[in-house]
Nanobody, 122 residues
Framework: QVQLVESGGGLVQAGGSLRLSCAASGRIISINDMEWYRQAPGKQRDLVATITSGGSTNYAESVKGRFTIARDNAKNTVYLQMNSLKPEDTAVYYC????????????????WGKGTLVTVSS
């Protein structure tokens, strides 16, 4: 069974930084794209950043230049470095792993973590 566990959330003042981690565990053969989403109270879940297995990245306009996504394929871990945080970045941050292949499922399937809360105070 594959599990994704996020960590690194917390309370930070505006202008501060946080680094989120998301580790995938289980008998994983490969993972395609890995992504970070966020969901603020009362709002929909939005895509924040994507990184392919080859390391190509994409970001939401609202976080470009402030957030950096990275991954360690050997550790099946994705990171989100968040700098110059703003109160509007407050949300639960979720990671998503696309097309995770295991010995029991060579076609692959997507998995979500349970989220980590980021609160930015003004």
């Amino acid at each position: 069974q594959v599990q994704l566990v996020e960590s690194g959330g917390g309370l930070v003042q505006a202008g501060g930084s946080l680094r989120l981690s998301c580790a995938a565990s289980g008998r994983i053969i490969s993972i395609n794209d890995m992504e970070w989403y966020r969901q603020a109270p009362g709002k929909q879940r939005d895509l924040v950043a994507t990184i392919t297995s080859g390391g190509s990245t994409n970001y939401a306009e609202s976080v470009k230049g402030r957030f950096t996504i990275a991954r360690d394929n050997a550790k099946n871990t994705v990171y989100l470095q968040m700098n110059s945080l703003k109160p509007e970045d407050t949300a639960v941050y979720y990671c998503n792993a696309h097309n995770v292949r295991t010995p029991g499922n060579l076609f692959g399937m997507d998995y979500w973590g349970k989220g980590t809360l980021v609160t930015v105070s003004s």
